[in-house]
């Protein structure tokens, strides 16, 4: 990657505004292979939800010690005295960062208005990015999946995505650029039997917020859909606590029928990798450092992407054959190399 300053967007161009400045980086080779990349995102102010463990808190952490202003988010704070919470203020005040902690939970209106609010406030106006991660796991067949489990895992994975979204976007459009990064998976492309509603909910995030990219291309806004294989976060050892929560309300014949998958099921969920999770903050890291039009629509992360790579080559040849001309062929042009 190299670095490119001042150079139109094609956002910009779309928008018939100004060019974009790049954040000042030097790299010697890709975020992702190399930790002795050099970056400064200071200026930048980056709010981040789901920061209590996982792919949030490292990346948190990661993006505050780059320099910038990150604003972690967790549920359930407890006035700060959250034990995640404490920590991660601790860290920040040992080595100095800029990293403050906000209560949002994805399911609540209110909370996602009053903690986007706090994070403007400490970001000085609009953010610069903001990075959807909160989301939960849930493993076993779509039947056995009830009502509660079924509006639980999409009200987390998918239209907290949105809420949070619709609560940064006014701001952003404002000012005429921004960024949203959204934390699908690989099973937003790929299907695996026992995850049916996860994959549901992260095929959701790949439709809506490609949707949205386009949309959004006008008023310099990108978007890019980070799609994480199988990492040890522990996504999954809650989802085992929201199966046995399932399993509990399921009758005896379900339970029955489906014996076989209820036990590949749970193994699902053992989250048992031996990949780093640190490649998704290397990862966003690298693109937010990109200069600004340039950045891509989605990147899979994953020692091994190549199932997801060619899923995405497939769509994105399907998607510039429908819009790639006409009215759309604007939009498209500038979510796409």
Not at 11 to 24: C, D, H, P, V, W
Request: with cysteine; net charge negative; proline share 4%.
């Amino acid at each position: 990657m190299s670095d490119v300053a001042f150079r139109p967007s094609r956002r910009a161009l779309l928008a018939g505004g100004s060019a974009l400045a790049a954040i000042a980086t030097t790299t010697t080779s890709s975020l992702a292979q190399d930790n002795t990349t050099i970056a400064d995102f200071s200026g930048k102010s980056v709010l981040i939800t789901g920061t209590s463990s996982g792919f949030g808190r490292l990346t948190a952490l990661h993006l505050a010690r780059l320099g910038a202003s990150v604003i972690a988010s967790m549920r359930n704070l407890d006035d700060g005295k959250r034990a995640e919470a404490v920590e991660l203020m601790q860290i920040a005040e040992a080595e100095n960062l800029k990293l403050s902690v906000v209560e949002i939970d994805v399911l609540d209106e209110e909370l996602i208005a009053t903690g986007v609010a706090k994070a403007e406030e400490i970001a000085g106006g609009a953010l610069d990015i903001l990075i959807n991660n909160a989301g939960i796991g849930l493993a076993g067949p779509v039947e056995i999946n009830d009502d509660d489990a079924t509006r639980l895992i999409f009200e987390t994975n998918l239209f907290g995505y949105l809420r949070m979204a619709r609560a940064v976007l006014p701001k952003m459009r404002a000012q005429q650029q921004g960024q949203i990064f959204n934390v699908s998976s690989q099973l937003g492309r790929i299907l695996l039997p026992n995850l049916g509603m996860y994959c549901a909910t992260k095929f959701g995030v790949e439709a809506m917020f490609e949707t949205m990219a386009y949309e959004l291309a006008p008023f310099g806004i990108e978007i890019t859909i980070i799609q994480p294989g199988g990492y040890p976060t522990k996504i999954w050892e809650n989802g085992s606590r929201y199966m046995d929560t399932l399993l509990g309300g399921a009758s005896s014949e379900r339970l029955a029928a489906y014996e076989g998958h209820l036990q590949m099921s749970r193994g699902l969920l053992n989250g048992q990798y031996s990949t780093d999770p640190m490649d998704v903050p290397l990862a966003i890291s690298e693109i937010i450092a990109m200069p600004a039009g340039k950045r891509p629509l989605r990147r899979p992360v994953h020692p091994n992407p190549t199932a997801t790579a060619n899923a995405n080559a497939a769509m994105t040849q399907l998607q510039a054959a429908i819009l790639g001309q006409g009215g759309y062929s604007a939009w498209h042009a500038a979510v796409t190399d």
